[in-house]
């Protein structure tokens, strides 16, 4: 089990780094434009039980949050397909885990359709997984696509919370994905 997570900053507000596992992108600031701070992977032990990786991801969560300082929690909306059910109901505890770490600490939460994320970066709330990293890469002027993926949506999900938030100059952003 991963989490992906991404942090950007409006380029004339401030913004603290969050530690990530890996993934780690940086990228030329646009005037007005949310740019990445960081971003990356919380890895999970899969063998490990699901209370255990919970926890697990609960400390890590607290301490990004408690060092990023987020004006807003940004989480996927969760979507059932019939095949991934049981991904579903993954997603979901964790997503519990994130709403209730942002809670504890007073940061507004915001959800976003995997649709709309898509069709706000790509123009399409179909896009594939690689056309999505190809938007985050030209959008924010990355050297490479991000990798894995998932830290691309992370990525994806946090520059549509940061850019439809107005006045909000830091965006933390979560994307779960069970394994």
């Known amino acids: 089990m991963g989490y992906a997570v991404a942090h950007v900053k ?36 899969a063998s490990a039980p699901l209370e255990s990786r919970l926890a697990t991801l609960y400390r890590e969560i607290t301490e990004l949050v408690s060092e990023a300082q987020p004006d807003l929690v940004v989480v996927e909306q969760v979507f059932v397909h019939a095949k991934h059910a049981r991904t579903a109901i993954v997603m979901g505890h964790a997503r519990g885990v994130v709403l209730l ?13 995997p649709a709309e994320v898509k069709k706000s970066l ?4 179909r896009a594939t997984k690689r056309q ?3 938007a985050v890469k030209s959008q924010c002027r990355l050297a490479t696509l991000p990798e894995p993926p998932d830290v691309a949506d992370a990525i994806a999900i946090a520059l ?13 952003l979560q994307r779960g994905k069970g394994r």
């Open 10 to 45: 409006r380029a004339a507000g401030r913004g603290a780094v969050t530690r990530a596992a890996s993934g780690g992108a940086n990228a030329i600031s646009l005037p007005g434009e949310p740019t990445i701070a960081d971003a990356g992977v919380i890895r999970l032990k």
């Open 132 to 134: 999505v990293q190809v």
């Open 160 to 172: 549509c919370g940061a850019r439809r938030g107005g006045v909000v100059r830091r965006t933390l």
């Open 122 to 125: 790509t123009g399409n709330g």
């Open 101 to 113: 770490v942002a809670a504890q600490q007073g940061v507004p939460v915001g959800e976003l359709s």
